[in-house]
């Protein structure tokens, strides 16, 4: 009998693979997790990976690159190059973490980093909060404009009259904006990504910036000048330093100081020159001879040969960012249905007869909400910074990022897919319980077999929606740099200042990754509906004499 | 005769409004006892009391003699015992015919898959829905969901099984199918409380009748006693609108 048999015992075995599976997700995340540094032998190194030439990304480890912590990429540039020297000299491994520029400080707190090296000057502001080693490269301020444009022969800050000028957030270079006469003080940038592509498109007259970036930015995209001042900004002498950032009373400060009084001078100005020279947008301009296409790098203009190029290069790092972002989203979808559908579960028990349980209840409920209201009430953008920077500061804990990022995105999903669990809950007709409740079923043997099923296909078109979401809104995640697409794309733009092409390269992979889940789910909702119509048993089945089942009622 | 199910100055309030009024009541092994009154007189909440779908305001119940409103007893421990036919049927809607009958032996009383499925097997052919194992609720008629509702039941082995007026929500062509399930199942001696509108069923099969009247049994006996002699004057005013 049964030679086809359906229902629930399917539905069991599928939801079986979905667990194991995702414990499998879960053993290898804790895996990389509890891959933790001794940090006796390592000298970590926080920078943004993302200033040219002190620092930046590359995807080989050509020139004395270092690989990036938890990527597959690599980090070049005059600070990698120090950053080296010190690590040898203190013994120790290098290792390099990528971070934003207004999350280094954070890092190096809470404990996550030992030292910043990322063209930071030792400002007093800076001093409060952090120790900064002596100086180990100097520089001076210049201006990036647009080349032929009305600011492009000034000599003088009085020149910039008139002018929309820009620059990096929480620097000195933001601040003598002010000492520029009649200037237009636009908004801080994040950064010198984003500046690029403010003066390209005109946003902005022109930016302010130091020497070794202005001839990067020169060099990288020739409708750019750099302009340097004959009578320019006054500056305090610790601006235009740069300096290693140590967490005060560093056991580290004295060697690094050490380390730093035996390289010359001249040997900071050759490495600076070599990071010039080496920096990803320069070489690229070189070796176009074997990609097939010849493109002019330094053409400002749009171009689909751009587009191919940009793939051809970083494919890679594009297609690790996706699936960094897809497991993201996939794991917190999961995690974050699962959570939602035990609140559902919690929220709908009856009220218990027993005093003790209706109180137990009710406080359970009420942190239940509390939990919802605050998840679904901030952004996850804030959330994340709170979470991941908090947890160190507050208790220690030194989480893996990619899990701090699952962490993140499963409880935000949780908080929404409760409530749409609950709902789905409650549009269940009441006699389907009440049937369950009749054949002797509890609450959860109700919820598991005959409520949660219904309940699942149901919201199966709201958890894909969640799913969507996740896939598009773990781009905020790269605040703690996790290597998503969007930080990879970052990254990319700010190697090849080629802006719209590599978000629009990223912008096709968003909508392919979301359009092909959409669709997976849709055939998956088909599935689950099962055939429309059903197979009558045709040959007769072996009619049971019905003395047999009287036999049996009366056991 | 043996007792099953006592109920003893039963009452039952929503809020202030009594729908059940100090009701008293025995349900002997072997005996089908049919429940009839009109709409809203209490005959669902009276049924919905005895499986603890809803919960007493008074009185009590005892089962084989043992009182199940103390707290030692555990109110799904009993349920196994009492089989319930809902007028909506009920069907679980994410189960198949077969997966309907099987999931609360599975679940509740621990069978194997095995024993399960030849049990589901049984009572689904005992009402006429083998043939139909791999259907979906929503792809059967009304009266073969209520079939299948019955077979859904049968399935748990129970002691007693109630049904709350099982061929009201059906198109009359498929009354005939259930009634005559239901009176096949009398006829193997299954103990049975129903709630009936079908004022022939119950002459031909009840062995007793109990006619409600806001929330009261007004007057109860043998069929030929209540249709043929009834003694209250709301029993005859019912009688004399239904059978008309
Ligand atoms: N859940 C409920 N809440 C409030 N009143 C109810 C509820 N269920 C039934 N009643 C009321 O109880 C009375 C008896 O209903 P019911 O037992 O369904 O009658 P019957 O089955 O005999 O038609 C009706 O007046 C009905 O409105
Ligand atoms: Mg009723």
Known sequence: ?555 | MEKIIEVKHLSKKFGTHEVLKDIDFTVNKGEVVCVIGSSGSGKSTLLRCVNLLEKLTGGTILYQGDDIMKDTHNVEEYRKHLGMVFQQFNLFNNHDVLSNCMVGQIKVLKRTKEEAEQTALEYLNLVGMAQYIHAKPSQLSGGQKQRVAIARALSMNPDVMLFDEPTSALDPEMVGEVLKVMKDLANLGLTMLVVTHEMGFAKEVANRVVFMDQGVIVEEGTPEEIFNHPKEERTKAFLKRTLD
């Open chain 1, 1 to 555: 009998m049964g030679k086809k048999k359906e229902g629930v015992f399917d539905v069991r075995k599928k939801i079986g693979y979905l667990f194991s599976m995702f414990a499998v997700i879960v053993v290898l995340i804790s895996g990389c997790g509890g891959a933790g540094d001794s940090k006796d032998d390592t000298f970590v190194v926080g920078m943004e990976a993302g200033y040219a030439p002190f620092n930046w990304t590359q995807s080989t480890d050509a020139n004395g690159a270092v690989k990036i912590d938890g990527s597959a990429d690599y980090a070049g540039g005059y600070d990698v190059a120090l950053a080296q020297k010190v690590a040898d000299g203190l013994g120790k491994k290098l290792v390099i973490v990528k971070t934003e520029w207004d999350g280094l400080i954070p890092a190096l707190t809470s404990g996550k980093i030992d030292a910043v090296m990322a063209g930071m000057s030792p400002t007093d502001e800076r001093r409060q909060s952090i120790d900064f080693s002596e100086n180990y490269y100097k520089s001076h301020l210049v201006l990036v404009v647009k080349k032929g444009g009305a600011y492009d022969q000034a000599t003088s800050l009085q020149d910039f009259s008139g002018a929309k000028i820009t620059a990096q957030l929480n620097t000195f270079h933001y601040s003598v904006i002010d000492q520029m006469p009649g200037v237009v003080k636009e908004t801080a940038m994040d950064n010198f990504s984003s500046m690029r592509v403010a003066l390209q498109s005109g946003v902005i007259d022109g930016y302010i910036s130091e020497l070794p970036e202005g001839i990067t930015a020169e060099a990288a995209n020739n409708s750019f000048k750099m302009i340097e001042l004959e009578d320019g900004f006054q500056t305090a002498e610790e601006d235009t330093d740069t300096a290693v950032g140590l967490v005060k009373n560093s056991a580290l400060k004295a060697d690094v100081n050490q380390i730093l009084a035996e390289i010359s001078e001249e040997e900071r100005a050759d490495l600076m020159e070599a990071a010039i020279k080496n920096q990803p947008a320069e070489t690229d301009t070189e070796d176009d001879a074997d990609s097939g296409t010849v493109i002019d790098a330094k053409d400002s203009s749009l171009s689909f040969a751009w587009i191919v190029k940009i793939v051809s290069e970083n494919g890679p790092m594009f297609l690790r960012g996706a699936g960094v972002t897809l497991l993201i989203a996939l794991v917190g979808t999961i995690i974050g249905t699962l959570i939602g559908l035990l609140i559902g579960v919690i929220r709908t028990i009856p009220k218990p007869d027993s005093k003790v349980k209706r109180t137990l209840l009710k406080i359970i409920n009420s942190l239940l909400s509390i939990y919802i209201e605050i998840f679904r009430g901030t952004p996850m953008i804030v959330q994340a910074m709170v979470i991941y920077y908090g947890s160190a500061l507050a208790f220690g804990v030194d989480m893996n990022r990619l899990f701090a990022a699952i962490f993140i995105v499963s409880i935000n999903t949780g908080a929404y897919m409760s409530e749409i669990v609950r709902g789905g809950i409650l549009s269940i007709d009441k006699g389907q319980f009440e049937a369950a409740h009749a054949i002797g079923m509890n609450h959860l043997q109700t919820m598991k077999n005959v409520v949660l099923p219904q309940v699942m296909r149901n919201i199966l078109p709201a958890t894909g929606n969640e799913f969507v979401i996740n896939i598009k809104d773990t781009s905020v995640l790269n605040v703690i740099s996790v290597t998503e697409l969007y930080f990879q794309t970052k990254s990319v733009a700010g190697n090849n200042f080629r802006y719209f092409e590599s978000f629009f390269v990223a912008c096709v992979i968003y909508f392919i990754m979301t359009f092909t889940v959409t669709r997976i789910l849709r055939a998956i909702e088909k599935r689950l509906d099962g055939p429309e119509n059903y197979v009558v048993i045709q040959n007769q089945m072996q009619v049971q004499a019905v003395e047999n089942t009287v036999k049996r009622e009366e056991d």
